[in-house]
């Protein structure tokens, strides 16, 4: 079961990746969010964190990365200089150019239209559909991408 869970979080990864690089096609100089660092909801542990693991390939090629988690409350010393930890979601969304949902939170239900809207293009990279049902999804413009579901609106 262990490996099992490891091989579904390499292809979350790997997608939200590969999402990631048909959107934006340059990476030099973006920035991206990402909202749900930690491993699972509940705890604050970064061990195993696909979005950890997806902030450092991101920082790697060059992509500014802002994040926010509503149980983690400091960086790490190893990944400061990778990421910006924000205080609050809003925050990590002003002026993104994507944003990642890291982990299924129950704070994610907070995230409104307007949050969104801080956010140039929005672009939602939601491997979990964590957002489906939400008045974020019917957005325009906006393009949403989660496993087995996309929407792309653009402004008429």
């Given at each position: ?31 991206v969010a990402i909202l749900g660092l930690t491993y699972k909801e509940g705890t604050d542990t970064l061990r195993r964190s696909w979005a950890v693991e997806l902030a450092q390939w991101l920082h790697q090629v ?95």
């Open positions: 079961m262990f490996d099992a869970i490891l091989e579904s979080n390499r292809r979350h990864q790997n997608w939200a990746r590969q999402k990631l690089q048909a959107a934006l096609k340059s990476f030099k100089g973006r920035r060059g992509i500014h990365v802002r994040a926010y988690d509503w149980q983690l409350h400091r960086l790490p010393q190893e990944l400061k200089g990778v990421l910006t930890l924000e205080d609050n979601y809003a925050a990590a969304l002003e002026g993104s150019e994507a944003l990642v949902i890291g982990s299924d939170h129950p704070g994610l239900k907070e995230i409104k239209v307007v949050d969104v809207r801080r956010m140039k293009n929005p672009l939602i990279i939601d491997p979990n559909g964590a957002l489906n049902g939400t008045g974020i999804t019917a957005m325009v413009p906006l393009k949403y991408y989660s496993v087995g579901y996309s929407v792309s609106r653009e402004n008429a």
